[in-house]
């Protein structure tokens, strides 16, 4: 029984893990690598694996770093079926057409721009990954599997899904695997959200594992408390009304969006607002909003209590949701202040580039950075000060004022990953550990945190590298 670590192994995009029996080869997620031109090189890479092989995959949410690479799967042989909670069905498809959709558009642009120029055509732009048809193949894979359904997805490998608090319909794994008269349990926590988020339960552990593969985005710090950063968000929307200044948000448009609407809808509620317009400026994100509402099933106790004394928490009066093109640019002739979420959350591409052009110059505006930035993006660059960047080909000056709030974040911070880590060897310790989903500096932090918690010493798997489980 083997690990082979091909995503997520010293950076947080990417995830991919292989699961191997004598008998099964089961791949768990097939994201995307994000971050910069490094990371593109990876996603340009022939897989490490042959896709006609595997005999399944189980997709723990539907992220483009877990989902983004499913369709290459598709392309190169990958006749199975891929295993996912209802909601991540849905919320797959809006994000998978997407990243088709901007990567013809890219290609496209870049062809016409040299055409124009008179340049060669045959360097520098590169074609799409994959394209809509490629998605519509992997879409017919998609099988659902409910929180707590045990589901057999190959010889002698069985599932088991529970809410690991994330996004919508996101979930720890529990894999069991069995093989020649020995049977091994291995738990992947997947993405964790942190304890008190809004809108979802908190994180379920997973008990009696032989293996854990856990998360470790934020290993090394914990978020600043949700209280206290609201009283930072607060602060900053009362400095934008009295500059006139606008509060640009790049924000991912499945969880973060829909989390900041939770809140800024109970800043409505209390008046804290003013009816300050707020534009979620993302055809998915309305998209996904509308998906969480049908779905408030999932909802924590607090969001359901809510729904049902008639307080919906994705809405209120001064919300705008836009999805035209024409709309979007409409937001950047508008006086006074605002509130402007759009994607992507990183700064990689979407439409915040375009408001972030028009507003960044501007020392009365506002950024507020609600998320991980990876090494190579630009709202990495912005996060470590950079005076100046440049977007869509053009330099400009950084003169916004630039706000972390890491207690936004839908990734549990290092208490709440110890926490999990030791709610999970409560029963019986595992006899492998294994930290990905980090970059090193938070793996080697946690893992030294879980070592002297635990008494264990987690291993650090490299891109590539393969465990033997005994």
């Given at each position: 029984m083997q690990l082979t670590f091909h995503g997520a192994a010293g950076g947080v995009?990417?995830?991919?893990?292989?699961?191997?029996?004598?008998?099964?080869?089961?791949?768990?997620?097939?994201?995307?690598?994000?971050?910069?031109?490094?990371?593109?090189?990876?996603?340009?890479?022939?897989?490490?694996?042959?896709?006609?092989?595997?005999?399944?995959?189980?997709?723990?949410?539907?992220?483009?770093?877990?989902?983004?690479?499913?369709?290459?799967?598709?392309?190169?042989?990958?006749?199975?079926?891929?295993?996912?909670?209802?909601?991540?069905?849905?919320?797959?498809?809006?994000?998978?057409?997407?990243?088709?959709?901007?990567?013809?558009?890219?290609?496209?642009?870049?062809?016409?721009?040299?055409?124009?120029?008179?340049?060669?055509?045959?360097?520098?732009?590169?074609?799409?990954?994959?394209?809509?048809?490629?998605?519509?193949?992997?879409?017919?894979?998609?099988?659902?599997?409910?929180?707590?359904?045990?589901?057999?997805?190959?010889?002698?490998?069985?599932?088991?899904?529970?809410?690991?608090?994330?996004?919508?319909?996101?979930?720890?794994?529990?894999?069991?695997?069995?093989?020649?008269?020995?049977?091994?349990?291995?738990?992947?926590?997947?993405?964790?959200?942190?304890?008190?988020?809004?809108?979802?339960?908190?994180?379920?552990?997973?008990?009696?594992?032989?293996?854990?593969?856990?998360?470790?985005?934020?290993?090394?710090?914990?978020?600043?408390?949700?209280?206290?950063?609201?009283?930072?968000?607060?602060?900053?929307?009362?400095?934008?009304?009295?500059?006139?200044?606008?509060?640009?948000?790049?924000?991912?448009?499945?969880?973060?969006?829909?989390?900041?609407?939770?809140?800024?809808?109970?800043?409505?509620?209390?008046?804290?607002?003013?009816?300050?317009?707020?534009?979620?400026?993302?055809?998915?994100?309305?998209?996904?909003?509308?998906?969480?509402?049908?779905?408030?099933?999932?909802?924590?106790?607090?969001?359901?209590?809510?729904?049902?004394?008639?307080?919906?928490?994705?809405?209120?009066?001064?919300?705008?949701?836009?999805?035209?093109?024409?709309?979007?640019?409409?937001?950047?002739?508008?006086?006074?202040?605002?509130?402007?979420?759009?994607?992507?959350?990183?700064?990689?591409?979407?439409?915040?580039?375009?408001?972030?052009?028009?507003?960044?110059?501007?020392?009365?505006?506002?950024?507020?950075?609600?998320?991980?930035?990876?090494?190579?993006?630009?709202?990495?660059?912005?996060?470590?000060?950079?005076?100046?960047?440049?977007?869509?080909?053009?330099?400009?000056?950084?003169?916004?004022?630039?706000?972390?709030?890491?207690?936004?974040?839908a990734h549990a911070g290092r208490t709440s990953l110890i926490a999990w880590a030791?709610?999970?060897?409560?029963?019986?310790?595992?006899?492998?550990?294994?930290?990905?989903?980090?970059?090193?500096?938070?793996?080697?932090?946690?893992?030294?945190?879980?070592?002297?918690?635990?008494?264990?010493?987690?291993?650090?798997?490299?891109?590539?590298?393969?465990?033997?489980?005994?």
């Amino acid at each position: 029984m083997q690990l082979t670590f091909h995503g997520a192994a010293g950076g947080v995009t990417g995830s991919c893990t292989l699961v191997q029996t004598e008998r099964a080869r089961v791949l768990i997620d097939c994201g995307m690598f994000q971050g910069g031109a490094a990371a593109e090189a990876l996603n340009r890479r022939p897989l490490p694996f042959d896709p006609a092989t595997l005999d399944a995959v189980i997709l723990t949410h539907a992220h483009l770093d877990h989902s983004g690479r499913l369709p290459l799967l598709t392309r190169r042989g990958f006749r199975g079926r891929i295993w996912c909670t209802p909601p991540t069905i849905a919320l797959t498809e809006i994000l998978l057409r997407d990243s088709a959709y901007l990567q013809v558009e890219q290609s496209t642009r870049c062809l016409r721009r040299r055409t124009r120029g008179g340049r060669p055509l045959q360097t520098r732009c590169i074609d799409p990954l994959y394209t809509d048809e490629d998605v519509s193949a992997t879409l017919r894979r998609l099988a659902s599997c409910a929180y707590g359904k045990t589901q057999e997805v190959a010889p002698g490998v069985s599932m088991r899904f529970v809410d690991a608090g994330h996004i919508l319909g996101s979930a720890s794994l529990m894999l069991t695997l069995s093989d020649k008269g020995q049977t091994r349990n291995v738990h992947f926590s997947a993405d964790i959200g942190e304890n008190g988020s809004p809108l979802l339960p908190d994180p379920h552990p997973l008990p009696d594992a032989d293996a854990i593969i856990l998360e470790s985005t934020y290993g090394d710090r914990d978020h600043r408390p949700l209280d206290e950063t609201l009283v930072q968000f607060r602060s900053v929307i009362d400095q934008a009304r009295k500059s006139g200044g606008k509060i640009l948000i790049p924000t991912f448009a499945i969880g973060r969006t829909q989390s900041l609407i939770y809140h800024l809808s109970q800043m409505h509620h209390r008046g804290e607002l003013n009816g300050m317009p707020v534009f979620v400026d993302s055809p998915m994100a309305v998209d996904a909003t509308r998906l969480y509402q049908s779905h408030r099933e999932l909802f924590d106790d607090e969001s359901k209590a809510a729904m049902a004394f008639g307080c919906n928490p994705l809405t209120f009066p001064s919300l705008r949701l836009t999805r035209t093109g024409d709309e979007s640019r409409a937001i950047n002739n508008i006086s006074g202040p605002a509130i402007i979420m759009a994607p992507a959350g990183m700064c990689t591409g979407g439409r915040i580039l375009h408001h972030l052009r028009h507003g960044l110059y501007k020392p009365q505006n506002h950024v507020i950075i609600a998320g991980f930035q990876s090494h190579g993006s630009l709202g990495r660059r912005l996060v470590e000060g950079a005076a100046q960047v440049r977007i869509m080909g053009e330099v400009i000056a950084v003169r916004a004022s630039i706000h972390t709030m890491g207690g936004f974040s839908a990734h549990a911070g290092r208490t709440s990953l110890i926490a999990w880590a030791r709610a999970a060897s409560a029963g019986r310790m595992p006899r492998h550990w294994f930290l990905n989903h980090g970059e090193d500096r938070p793996r080697q932090a946690l893992a030294d945190a879980i070592s002297r918690t635990l008494g264990v010493s987690p291993h650090l798997p490299k891109l590539g590298q393969t465990f033997t489980l005994d």
